[in-house]
C-alpha cells in the first residue's frame, strides 16, 4: 500500500504520530519489509551499509531504517516511503 504525502501549504507531508509509532516486521533484503501499526503514515526510510571487508575478513550487508515524523516532499501526492513499504493495518 502507498504511503502518499498529503498537500500542507506548498508542499507535501507525510505522518504526524510520535515516534516511534511503527512496528515492522521482515526485512528488505527479503522483500517482506512490512508496517503493521493502525493509522502511521509517518515515512519509513531505508539505508543500506555494505562493506566489502572488515578487519581483514568479510562482513555481511547492515539493514537499518529511519522512521520520520512530518517528512516534507515538494509536492503532494509522492511516495513517502523509501523504497515502498507495504502497511497491512
Request: hydrophobic letters at 40%; a negative charge.
Amino acid at each position: 500500500m502507498a504511503n502518499l504525502t498529503t498537500s500542507a501549504g506548498d508542499n507535501g507531508v507525510a505522518g504526524n504520530a510520535a515516534l516511534p509509532a511503527a512496528v515492522v516486521t521482515g526485512t528488505l533484503a527479503a522483500d517482506n519489509f512490512t508496517d503493521t501499526t493502525s493509522g502511521n503514515t509517518n515515512a519509513l526510510r531505508h539505508s543500506v551499509a555494505k562493506t566489502s571487508f572488515g578487519y581483514g575478513s568479510a562482513v555481511a550487508a547492515s539493514e537499518v531504517f529511519s522512521e520520520t515524523a512530518g517528512f516534507r516532499t515538494a509536492y503532494s501526492g509522492v511516495e513517502a516511503d523509501s523504497p515502498a513499504v507495504t502497511r497491512t493495518a
